[in-house]
């Protein structure tokens, strides 16, 4: 199969079969749009039961058209579809477009006639979008293609946008027009019998017309390689993407730390961030952002002055800036000075500047041009609240002027429908807001997407390792049937990766735990094995800081009690024995975990550890590979970070051997594909210079 798009998106000569003559038939609008919208290549109709169509010759079949068809636009009943591709295929069509529905969508059948058209289209080499799906765009001035049947003729720009949903396209063009947001690109992608996400994102990265890309995705079809095109294509456009729908299985039977807290949208948040992709909540904030990210340069800081003349919306621009990880600027000595003397002297000259009601052109612009020369000030937002006295038109272009003038971004906030509407004066391309609150989002995404922009590109570390005596122990327990690793079975493939553990002894009687604590050298800790007990403190299953021969003897008896306590209700739990371990003293509770996600694969997660992990949640994820970047990253995003780099006078703990120590576990949970889940928790970090301890792990297997 050829990888280009090409005959789907710079085609010379389009095929629209089933036009029909009918106004108000989808076929008849698809044609109509490209006449319309001015499409360079030629068009041929095609539908046996007429001869013209909208004054065109129409052909009775794709095989009657004399000259060569590059794309196919079908709009014919899905049972003829197969048909109608078998005759595309001998005609030598490279593309297709299926807007027809019955598909997948509906059920078993549609799915069948699906997979027989995806055959013909494999056998023939050709490209499909679709089925049902609303058509593509592709406005580059040699082209013109609308193979919509969008009642809205897309102005044209340098946004790439792709929809999972055919009739949020209508919508979005609708809205888009609205605000002045224009396209390069704009797919319906139906439903991606071929053409997915992945390869327009592909095509896109390195086709020029398209500076933007954003996305509405419901599924993700291969989500590695989605992972793997996104950090790529992050780093050279932004991506903004709206993800409805949820990842994670929640029928997956879970049996760790690590899985239970990679439930729900955490994961496909923590994906979105590793992969650089911008992740918003609404339609609305899609097209806020593309406001933003094609009007104006990307921030070159946090600290934002906000210009305004009024209080309130002053106000929650400001907290709505904080809130979104932006910065109130100070501004230079100057700058004030310059406000002071040009603004009332009731206004405030500090960041928020407010004009107050008597705010009037002059004024704006002073103001403007002192804030954006300011050296303390990477972006603006101008709010204007239409006030009685003003001449708001005055108001407006003085914004645009100053706006132009400097080349930090400068967002706009103008309250009120009429000035929304007001034409823009000049070239500038101030995108404009109705509630300050939408703007400062905007902006902080740009901040946000500067940020991933320059972040270091990550490197995958490999460490020197004992794999085959892991995978050796592995197999061995996979071969008994077994979904648990034991606990020397864990210390076995844990160490042949590098981590160090406690001295630990698995005992079966109390004498025996006495000679292991003896060996070991008091204070000890003493703790349940069983495979059918998840959290063993508890099911009163650990015993800690036992300092004597009696002490080890009551803790054997009493962790026997609780145990059978707990069988009295579950007569099938077993007991395996009772680990007799040194006691650690001192350092910080991580907790290092993976589990398998259905779609993305081993995700690893970091957090602060120890038995309250689950009700704080304080923890980050990553899909393997974790690169140097990634771990550096989970470590310092948790809310508890303070903690491990020495809040409250308290010496730092060495986050070079945590971050290794999570890049080491990356390389375990992909030597190792049998590992199906995994809670290392917790690891104790220390100071500087003390290699971390394992406590305690649990390692599932499939
Ligand atoms: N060897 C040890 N030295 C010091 N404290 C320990 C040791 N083992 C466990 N603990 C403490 O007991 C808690 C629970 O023990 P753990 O082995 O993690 O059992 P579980 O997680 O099944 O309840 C740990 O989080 C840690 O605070
Ligand atoms: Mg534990």
Same mark, same amino acid.
């Given at each position: ?28 609008? +698809? ?39 590059? /794309? ?10 197969? #048909? ?31 997979? !027989?058209?995806? $055959? ?57 027009? =609205? ?74 039977? +879970? ?18 961030? #590793? ?20 009007? #104006? ?51 405030? +000259? ?14 704006? *612009? ?26 708001? =038109? ?42 300050? !609150? ?31 005596? %892991? ?40 004498? %025996? ?30 015993? $800690? ?5 009696? =002490?080890?003897?009551? %803790? ?99 986050? *070079? ?14 030597? /190792? ?30």
């Amino acid at each position: 199969m050829t990888k280009t798009l090409d005959a789907i998106f710079r085609p010379q000569s389009i095929a629209v079969v089933g036009a029909s003559r009918e106004r108000g038939g989808v076929g008849r609008e +698809i044609l109509g749009n490209l006449v319309k919208y001015e499409f360079r290549g030629s068009v041929y109709p095609v539908n046996p039961r007429a001869n013209t169509v909208l004054s065109m010759k129409c052909f009775p079949s794709v095989a009657a058209i004399p000259d060569p068809v590059d /794309l196919a636009i079908i709009v014919v009943p899905a049972r003829i579809v197969p #048909q109608i591709m078998e005759e595309c295929g001998r005609k030598g069509v490279r593309g297709a477009i299926i807007i027809s529905a019955g598909f997948r969508e509906v059920g078993d059948k549609g799915a069948q006639l699906e997979s !027989e058209v995806a $055959a013909i289209a494999r056998r023939h080499g050709i490209r499909v979008v679709g089925p049902n799906c609303m058509g593509a765009i592709n406005t580059e001035p040699d082209v013109r293609m609308n193979a919509t049947f969008a009642i809205t003729m897309p102005l044209d720009g340098s946004i790439g946008l792709m929809s999972q949903s055919g009739a949020l396209c209508g919508t979005l063009l609708d809205y888009a027009k =609205e605000a002045e947001i224009g396209f390069s690109k704009f797919v319906s992608m139906g439903n991606k019998m071929d053409v997915s996400a992945n390869d327009l994102l592909e095509a896109w990265e390195v086709d020029e017309s398209v500076k933007l890309v954003l996305m509405y995705i419901e599924s993700f079809g291969n989500p590695r390689k989605f992972t793997r095109i996104a950090r790529s294509l992050s780093r050279k456009k932004p991506v903004v993407a709206v993800k409805s729908g949820r990842t994670v299985a929640g029928a997956r039977a +879970i049996s760790s730390h690590t899985g239970s807290l990679a439930e729900g949208d955490v994961l496909t948040d923590a994906i979105f961030h #590793q992969c650089g992709v911008l992740r918003v909540e609404s339609i609305e904030d899609l097209l806020d952002y593309a406001k933003a990210f094609t009007g #104006q340069p990307l921030p070159s800081g946090k600290r934002v002055a906000v210009v305004t003349n009024a209080g309130g919306p002053g106000i929650m621009a400001t907290d709505a800036c904080v809130s979104h990880g932006l910065e109130m600027a100070q501004f230079e000595e100057r700058t004030r000075r310059t406000l002071r003397e040009n603004l009332v002297p009731a206004a405030a +000259i500090d960041n928020p500047v407010d004009l107050l009601a008597e705010g009037n052109a002059r004024m704006y *612009e002073t103001v403007l041009d002192a804030v954006l020369q300011d050296r303390n000030v990477d972006s603006v937002i101008v709010i204007f609240v239409h006030p009685l006295m003003t001449d708001a =038109e005055a108001v407006n272009h003085a914004i645009h002027r100053a706006c132009g003038r400097h080349d930090k971004p400068v967002l706009g906030v103008f309250m009120s429908t009429r000035e929304q509407r007001r034409a823009r004066p000049g070239s500038c391309t101030l995108p404009l807001y109705m509630f300050p !609150e939408s703007a400062a989002r905007a902006l902080a995404a740009m901040y946000r997407y500067g940020l991933i922009r320059s972040r270091p590109e990550g490197k995958m570390r490999r460490f020197d390792v004992k794999a085959e005596r %892991a995978e050796s122990v592995v197999l061995k327990a996979r071969e008994q049937g077994r979904r648990w690793l034991s606990p020397p079975e864990v210390e076995a493939v844990l160490s042949a990766y590098g981590f160090e553990m406690p001295r630990t002894v698995m005992c079966h009687d109390a004498e %025996a735990a006495v000679a292991a604590a003896n060996s070991i050298g008091y204070p000890v800790v003493l703790k349940l094995v069983s495979a059918d007990v998840l959290h063993k403190s508890d099911a009163g299953g650990v015993r $800690a800081d036992i300092r004597n021969d009696a =002490e080890v003897r009551a %803790a054997f008896s009493q962790i026997v009690e609780a145990f059978t306590a707990l069988r009295a209700s579950n007569p099938a739990l077993r007991m395996e024995g009772v680990l007799v371990q040194e006691m650690v003293r001192g350092g910080k509770e991580t907790i290092l975990g993976m589990t398998t996600d259905p779609s993305f694969g081993p995700v690893v997660m970091f957090g602060l550890g120890g038995i309250h992990v689950e009700v704080l949640k304080d923890v980050a994820f990553r899909v393997a590979p974790v690169t140097d970047v990634d771990a550096s990253e989970m470590v310092r995003s948790i809310k508890g970070f303070p903690i491990l780099d020495g809040a409250r006078g308290e010496r730092p703990v060495d986050l *070079e051997r945590l971050t290794e120590h999570l890049q080491r576990m990356s390389q375990l949970v992909l030597d /190792l594909p049998e590992i199906r889940e995994m809670d290392i928790n917790p690891l104790v970090v220390f100071e500087k210079g003390r290699a971390p301890k394992v406590l305690d792990a649990r390692i599932a297997i499939q």
